[in-house]
């Protein structure tokens, strides 16, 4: 039996090699380490190893290809021993491998995959010198240096150090474990001087060190910081603690988060909403308070916790209640009336509290505003007014975006700050009179805010978090419907309020105006005694407009002049007082004002002061206000021929329009004056149209007349605008009254629209024209018969006295106006 000898494996390594490239970094000789294997190729390479003598080649990619060649591999590699190989769900395989030696590629026995080459394998060439010597010891203590301060050197890494007693593997031992780039790994491997590599590896020894030491001090810097930091909170925690055992209190930074933090969690938000303020909480709470961002984001805080975010009650109203307080609160208004306690019935009905759009129309002092206040009052509502005439900028509902300075919420969350609740009753007054500008249409942010189907989630761009405005109840208020657009108009519940009769405005002088007057200008209901007659005067004579703001401007213009008349009397009594002996009580005389009565009451002495009563007439009234602007038995009429009485509606209700018609010789032709707008120049054009056409068939006016004739018809108040489409009928009416010469039938007023063959259109607004046609004292009105079931809409005591004279054709209104 021979003897046999153990020959170490790197002794009879193979001349050719199956090569698996590397991606990542260069493996080197010396090491036990772990290799995923994914690439189906090198897993049957591995296969096949395993099943022959388990050795392989790893050389590194010098060009990363997807499929790459022998020839985009270094020549320098390192041979490896497969210990132990693990199979993968994925296919792919994990192998423990043990590299023995370095070796270099000569020649491509099979250039692609799987690849293998001829190697010749490479020793290290040593010197053994004391300067390697030296080198070995300056690298182990200078990796131990570096294994100390960094946490990623394993205590098994520092021990295989100090155990691997070869000169050539520390240097590739050192290499593969420092952090440096992978071509300059490539390089150390490739060199074979043992000093040389161990030169190299120093090197990169030494700027690891070098980032070390950068390292450290960077950490070092923010480690203070971090502590600083932490002493500076506990310190301040630890005072603010103590201050409040103490009962002292803490500064106001810290008072003013407590105070939003405690209000914001009460509100329990969810989603969105608490994301937001918990983040804006946390930057008020680390923000200098000198800092320009620490005052907006206060604000914006105080904004969040001033809104009512919670859920509001349910309603609780008794509908008669609300019914009297209407009736207490207004007199007339009956079908307006009716529809807000319909209205309030049908939310009491459904048990819904979610909010509503009304929209009260009608013109100016008829008490729009005030029938707002009684529906809140009415409900047990909150009430926020405000106006949007004039209004240009959208961020005025809206609100500004915070990148702004000075940046507010808008009108609407600004009343839900002040009124506190979610479900208040909201007034937007002159919604017909906002504008357009560069700055955006308010009108059209307004569509979202009347929207039930939107403001649930309304955001405000101050706020810029979802808001719930769908619980108020909005009313809004209007002069006219021509300046509103359609799709706001859609949102909304119409209701009109037409003008007062005079009778109407003597109740509410007598029930409301009188004593509110009297109580602003510091005067007694006993001092003061209205006759009916003088209330009926100043209706009639100073105030014939639709409302009754003018009506109450003139009683505070009397009972101003009356207080002054008080004081003075009062003053002059005082100063005869002082001039008189003391003791016993005197007489006063006073000189009386006509249509005055003054009693004089003895006083004891002492006693200041005067009684004095007041009743008002005609007299009184003409010198406190001057002449009547509408003197009595002043009426708009047609008194002689050319001439008609027509309605017309206007923002400021109903009004009569005299139309004046007149012919001169000259050239053929029409002229239309009276500051007209388009519509009614049209109506103009086709009256002068039909009333030729009559004139020649019906009346025997030869067609040379006109051509040799000039017309002129003209609307007197020139300054002011006229337009709309009701005056057809009027003008046509003074042609023919011109052409014939004839006056039309006295007391007769009219309105319609004419149709170039004499059909009469139907019109609007027919309440306040027959309010305007009974201040005129009219006895005949003629109006189209399609407006017929308006009559159905105006109270008996407005028709009252007049008779209506519905008509389908112009010959209908000629045989009322100028009869044969």
Not at 52 to 71: F, H, K, Q, W, Y
Not at 144 to 169: A, T, V, W, Y
Not at 354 to 359: A, E, L, P, W, Y
Request: aromatic share 6%.
């Amino acid at each position: 039996m021979s003897e046999q000898s153990v020959v170490p494996i790197d002794q009879i390594l193979p001349p050719k090699l199956p090569l698996v490239a590397l991606m990542g970094r260069p493996i080197f000789p010396g090491i036990f380490t772990p290799i995923m294997i994914g690439n189906p190729v090198d897993v049957k390479v591995i296969d096949e190893a395993v099943a022959r003598d388990g050795l392989i080649g790893l050389v590194m990619l010098a060009n990363e290809s997807e499929n790459p060649t022998i020839l985009d591999l270094y020549k320098v590699g390192t041979v490896a021993k497969i210990v132990k190989k693990i199979n993968l769900p994925d296919g792919g395989v994990n192998i423990f491998i043990s590299t023995l030696k370095r070796f270099r590629i000569k020649k491509a026995l099979n250039p692609v995959n799987p690849m293998v080459g001829a190697v010749e394998y490479l020793d290290d060439e040593e010197d053994d010198t004391s300067e390697v010597k030296a080198l070995t010891r300056a690298l182990i203590s200078e990796m131990k240096q570096i294994s100390e301060n960094n946490p990623l050197f394993s205590e098994e890494m520092r021990l295989n150090m100090i155990n691997i007693d070869h000169p050539g593997k520390i240097a590739d031992f050192i290499a593969s474990i420092l952090n440096i780039d992978k071509a300059e790994q490539q390089k150390i491997l490739e060199v074979l001087n043992v000093r040389k590599r161990m030169e190299q590896v120093l090197v990169f020894i030494k700027k690891e060190q070098e980032l070390l030491r950068i390292q450290k001090r960077i950490q070092k810097e923010i480690n203070e910081k971090i502590e600083k930091s932490q002493r500076d909170y506990f310190l301040k925690e630890e005072l603010k603690a103590i201050k409040t055992e103490l009962g002292m209190t803490t500064d106001a930074k810290s008072s003013e988060y407590q105070r939003f933090k405690d209000k914001l969690d009460a509100f329990k938000f969810e989603g969105e909403v608490k994301e937001v303020v918990e983040q804006e909480l946390e930057k008020f709470n680390l923000m200098d308070p000198n800092s320009g961002e620490f005052i907006i984001t206060r604000n914006y805080l105080d904004t969040i916790a001033s809104l009512p975010w919670s859920e509001p009650a349910p309603e609780h109203f008794d509908l008669k209640v609300a019914q009297n307080i209407l009736e207490n609160d207004h007199y007339g208004l009956k079908d307006v009336k009716s529809r807000i306690v319909e209205y309030l019935a049908v939310r009491k009905l459904k048990k819904d509290s979610k909010g509503s759009i009304v929209c009260l129309v009608g013109p100016p002092g008829v008490g729009k505003t005030s029938v707002g206040k009684s529906v809140a009052h009415a409900l047990g509502k909150q009430f926020f007014r405000f106006s949007v005439g004039g209004m240009r900028d959208e961020a005025e509902i809206k609100g500004h975006r915070r990148t702004y300075i000075g940046a507010m919420p808008g009108k609407i969350l600004q009343g839900l700050k002040i009124v506190k609740t979610k479900d208040p009753v909201f007034m937007i007054d002159e919604i017909d009179k906002m504008g357009v500008s560069f700055q955006g249409d308010p009108a059209s942010a307004l569509l979202e805010v009347l929207d039930p189907e939107q403001n649930n989630n309304f955001r405000d761009h101050y706020l810029d978090l979802p808001f719930d405005i769908s619980y108020i109840f909005f009313i809004v208020t209007a002069n006219t419907l021509d300046t509103i657009p359609s799709p706001l108009l859609d949102r909304m519940e119409i209701i009109q309020l037409p003008g007062y009769i005079d009778t109407e405005k003597l109740e509410i002088a007598k029930r409301y105006l009188v004593p509110k007057s009297l109580t602003k200008n510091g005067l007694k209901k006993n001092q003061v005694k209205y006759t009916r007659e003088s209330l009926m005067y100043i209706a009639n004579g100073y105030a014939r407009e639709a409302g009754v703001r003018n009506f109450e401007k003139n009683l505070d213009k009397i009972h101003r002049k009356l207080a002054k008349q008080l004081v003075e009397a009062e003053e002059e009594a005082q100063a005869q007082d002082k001039a008189e002996n003391a003791g016993g009580a005197q007489p006063i005389s006073l000189v009386t004002t006509e249509g005055t009565e003054k009693r004089a009451e003895e006083k004891p002495a002492g006693e200041k002061g005067i009684a004095e009563k007041f009743t008002i007439d005609k007299k009184l009234i003409e010198k406190h206000l001057g002449k009547p602007l509408f003197p009595e038995g002043q009426v708009k009429k047609a008194d002689r021929p050319g001439m008609s009485v027509g309605l017309a509606w206007t923002s400021m209700g109903g009004d009569t329009l005299v139309i004046e018609a007149t012919s001169v010789p000259g050239k053929e032709g029409l002229t239309l004056t009276g500051k007209m707008g388009d519509i009614m120049k049209e109506s103009g054009t086709i009256a002068m149209t039909l009333a030729r056409k009559l004139g020649t068939e019906r009346y025997g006016i030869e067609a040379v007349w006109f051509e040799k004739n000039h017309i002129h018809l003209h609307i007197p108040e020139g300054a002011t605008p006229k337009d709309g489409p009701s005056a057809g009928i009027t003008m046509a009416t003074a042609l023919l009254s011109m052409l014939r010469n004839r006056t039309i039938v006295d007391k007769l007023v009219m309105t319609g629209e004419l149709s170039l063959t004499g059909q009469v259109l139907p019109i609007g607004g027919l309440k306040e024209k027959t309010i305007a046609a009974r201040r005129n004292k009219a006895r005949h009105v003629i109006i189209p018969k399609q407006n017929l079931r308006d009559l159905d809409d105006i109270p008996d005591m407005v028709k009252k006295g007049m008779e209506f004279h519905p008509v389908e054709r112009f010959e209908e209104v000629l045989a009322l106006a100028l009869p044969d």
